[in-house]
């Protein structure tokens, strides 16, 4: 079990939004919110991701399990492109690559240094993890999965149509290969084929 609902409820001032909501999930399954607008499909999303904090009931995760969340309407930053986009999913990634060669000219001068060496092991773990020596070759991939060429790399986020924009949130958060991936309207701006 990914993750388990018992009795889950939510209102907003007098307005109940949810009540006896239950549910679980299994590795593997793949299902379905189906309802009217405003029948609170996005609050329960908003619920499983945090967001929200449900006033009644018991929401469980497995522990360990991460979540990737495709908001409706959640935003790319427009001052990059396509391929710089991509490479923001694999910031700490970057950002313990970066440390690791600060902490790698020091060791040239103090070898022996434990704080520097436990430093060091800590942060390559964290790459090692990412499998980040390899993420040129992952965002590759995921972009082509998604319909996006190479030609499109150097393309500004900033003149994306609607679902190209929606494709790239998507392929984003695919690189960071969470256990559940919970889309809030992920065919919003797709055309039939995509």
């Known amino acids: 079990m990914l993750l388990s609902l018992q009795n889950l409820g939510k209102s907003f001032g007098d307005t109940v939004v949810l009540q006896g909501i239950d549910a679980t999930v299994e590795k593997g399954e793949r299902i379905g919110i189906v309802g009217e607008?405003?029948?609170?499909?996005?609050?329960?999303?908003?619920?499983?991701?945090?967001?929200?904090?449900?006033d009644e009931g018991e929401l469980q995760f497995t522990?360990?399990?991460?979540?990737?969340?495709?908001?409706?309407?959640?935003?790319?930053?427009?001052?990059?492109?396509?391929?710089?986009?991509?490479?923001?999913?694999?910031?700490?990634?970057?950002?313990?690559?970066?440390?690791?060669?600060?902490?790698?000219?020091k060791l040239e001068h103090a070898p022996a240094d434990e704080a520097l060496l436990e430093e060091h092991a800590r942060l390559s773990a964290v790459v090692d993890a990412a499998d980040g020596y390899n993420m040129d070759v992952q965002i590759k991939k995921v972009l082509s999965g998604m319909a996006f060429g190479p030609e499109t790399y150097g393309k500004s986020v900033a003149v994306l149509s609607g679902g190209e924009h929606t494709r790239l949130r998507l392929a984003k958060l695919l690189l960071q290969r969470p256990d559940l991936l919970i889309l809030d309207e992920p065919t919003n701006h797709l055309d039939f084929a995509t």
């Open 63 to 105: 522990r360990g399990v991460s979540l990737g969340y495709l908001e409706q309407n959640s935003e790319l930053d427009p001052k990059q492109d396509v391929y710089g986009e991509m490479r923001r999913a694999f910031s700490p990634v970057l950002d313990a690559m970066a440390r690791m060669q600060v902490l790698e000219n």
């Open 37 to 54: 607008n405003g029948a609170g499909k996005t609050t329960l999303l908003k619920m499983l991701c945090g967001e929200y904090t449900p």
